[in-house]
């Protein structure tokens, strides 16, 4: 882990009221803080992207920026499609894996989920992941002390 990027995910978390420890721990749980992390979801895509065509929102399917949509990217494996609807104008969706792009826009996206789950911590880890693991929330909460300032 480069320390850099801890400041980085410190310096965005404080700027959108989070808790750095927890979104250190966050990064770590999604990428093991490599910038360059990439994943493509294909459920996602499936549920949330293709829906869009049938209503004109985005190019057909065989525009890049639709599929980009369905990738997660950089330290916080941000979904290109949720980085659209929270206002990211980035030309490309590649470019949330510049660490502090991606991280100010996962710091904006994971407070705004706190939001939505009413400021339940562990509610807002289970948006974040979608889901997809029952365990999330205890997984990156078990990680977040070692990142507690001293």
């Known amino acids: 882990m480069d320390s850099t990027y801890v400041e980085f995910a410190r310096a965005a978390a404080a700027r ?21 992390a990439v994943r493509y979801e294909p ?22 920026e639709a599929y980009s949509r369905a990738f ?12 659209r609807e929270r206002g990211f104008t980035g030309n490309f969706l590649s470019k ?3 660490p502090s ?5 996962g710091c904006e996206l994971f407070a705004h989920k706190l939001a939505v789950a009413g400021g339940k911590v562990d509610r807002a880890l ?3 992941n979608g ?8 997984q990156v909460l078990a990680r ?3 990142y507690s300032s001293p």
């Not at 869009?52 to 190019?59: D, G």
């Not at 889901?131 to 205890?138: H, I, L, Q, T, V």
Request: proline content about 8%; aromatic content about 12%.
């Open 43 to 64: 459920v996602f895509f499936a549920k949330y992207v293709a829906p869009l065509f049938a209503v004109a929102k985005i190019e057909p399917a065989t525009n890049t």
């Open 72 to 83: 997660s990217w950089g330290l916080m494996q941000v979904m290109g499609q949720s980085a």
């Open 126 to 128: 289970a948006l974040w």
């Open 144 to 146: 977040a002390p070692a």
């Open 16 to 36: 959108h009221g989070l808790d750095p420890a927890l979104v250190c721990a966050i990064v770590e749980q999604e990428s093991a803080w490599n910038p360059w």
């Open 131 to 138: 889901g997809a693991n029952p365990d999330y929330a205890a």
């Open 101 to 105: 792009t991606g991280l100010e826009a």
């Open 96 to 98: 949330l894996c510049d």
